[in-house]
């Protein structure tokens, strides 16, 4: 059977515009959480989130075109020129791969939400002004595959053009999509892209309204705090990771750096609730990801660390502790979260968070759980609480649990 393996890295986030300023920032606890300023959030019950700040769009396409795209989409270009690149199938000059690859590269694309600000937008215009003064670019700017779209266009990859939409899973949905494509011999590469930015009146006031996200307006920094005993719900965030996924063999021939083999990964549906979690689920999807994982590299396997969904909301955080416990019962790896450095980035948060996780197998440090500072007793594992922890690491997984009950587990081991 074919092995893939990662070759490209990008990302862009609240605490960092590429992926080396990004892993410094998450392990040293840098939190990208502040006031909002994207809109005017004075009178929202709510009025944090984790913005990317200093994004220029001009930087990833000409001036004419930021117009037809919205922010998600160009975050999403940003995280995959740097991909790209990274994995050497592009220059500083964006140049489209060669056309002897172009056929068998594909891309899969994820988002939770896709262009909600364009969407808000539109609608008020029409509400306001009337059909006839919407934008021709409305549609194309705010549909989810677009992303895919605009970065398949960029780089010429005429492969599999593929989408996933399941919420805060998406792109880890993405991920384990790209391996099976690869696997079952739909492509040789696929570039893995997951974007997001829903930090809009809607998304901030719809999120509000069903009491998920923190309320900790006068002390942003604190707000987001997986796994504390004081936690009262996720902060949104917004940005974009990129993964190039490519088949051993191919990595090997060209010589690519290679970041990390993916052996296993597995998905599963609650089957339960639209919006609360249950421990059935994400155990199942964690359970699946681990047998694979067995199945290709020995039953003797052991998980070294999980960078875990952890979104700081209370019962979620929970029952993430107890799937844990179920699953690895007196061989629990060390887990932490990184979303009280970077908030909850939604359908992008499977592809920033396979980055940090495989950077942490490569760099030998994990990163911490910061604002852990009052310990759950229901959630009684090692965190990595406050500070970043040099260990050595072998084999890792990344967990992403989604609204309507889905969810998906990645693993990733060193070569």
């Known amino acids: 059977m074919r092995r893939v393996v990662v070759t490209g ?10 992926v080396e300023d990004s892993f410094k920032a998450v392990v040293d606890g840098v939190c990208g959480i502040d006031t ?23 930087e990833v396409m000409d001036k004419k075109d930021v117009k037809k795209a919205d922010r998600f989409i160009q975050l999403g270009i ?28 594909g891309i899969i694309s994820a988002s939770g939400i896709g262009g909600l600000g364009t969407i808000e937008k539109n609608s008020v215009v029409c509400y306001n002004r009337g059909p006839r003064k919407i934008s021709p670019f409305f549609i194309p700017s705010s549909l989810v595959n677009m992303l895919g779209g605009f970065i398949s266009i960029e780089h010429g990859l005429r492969g599999p053009s593929l989408s996933h939409v399941t919420a805060c899973a998406a792109s880890t949905h993405a991920l384990a999509d790209g391996v099976k494509t690869i696997l079952t011999g739909g492509a040789d590469r696929i570039l893995v892209v997951g974007a997001e930015s829903a930090i809009c009146g809607a998304g901030v006031g719809g999120f509000a309204s069903m009491k998920a996200l ?52 597995g998905e599963s ?8 979690p249950v421990v059935d689920g994400p155990l199942r999807a964690m359970k699946a ?14 998980i070294d660390y999980i960078n875990a969904h952890g979104t700081s909301t209370p019962v ?51 990163p911490p759980t910061i604002n852990l500072e009052n310990t759950d007793e229901n959630c009684d594992l090692d965190f ?31 070569i």
């Open 78 to 105: 940003k995280a995959a020129n740097e991909a790209m690149k990274d994995a050497k199938f592009i220059d500083d000059n964006n140049k489209k791969v060669d056309d002897s690859i172009s056929e068998r590269f």
């Open 214 to 265: 923190s309320t900790r307006n006068d002390d942003p920094k604190k707000a987001s705090r997986p796994f504390d005993k004081d936690r009262d719900g996720f902060v949104m965030g917004e940005g974009a990771g990129a993964l190039v996924l490519e088949t051993l063999e191919a990595a090997q021939e060209r010589g690519a750096k290679i970041y990390a083999e993916v052996i296993g990964f």
């Open 289 to 302: 990801a681990l047998s694979m994982a067995k199945a290709n590299a020995g039953e003797d396997l052991k």
């Open 269 to 276: 549906a609650d089957a339960n609730h639209i919006t609360a």
């Open 384 to 414: 990595i609480p406050l500070k970043g922890r040099e260990t050595q690491l072998t084999t890792v997984m990344s967990n992403n649990f989604g609204f309507g009950g889905t969810n998906g587990s990645v693993i990733f081991k060193k």
């Open 9 to 18: 890295l990008g990302t862009i986030n609240s605490i960092g515009h590429n």
């Open 316 to 366: 979620g955080d929970g029952n993430e502790v107890k799937a844990i416990k179920e699953l690895f019962d007196n061989e629990i790896p060390l887990v932490s979260s990184t979303k009280g450095q970077v908030g909850h980035c939604l359908g992008a948060a499977g592809a920033i968070e396979a980055i940090f996780t495989i950077k942490a197998l490569n760099e030998g440090i994990i």
């Open 36 to 58: 909002i300023s994207l809109f005017d959030a004075s009178e929202y019950p709510v009025q944090i989130a984790a913005e990317v700040k200093n994004f220029d769009p001009t």
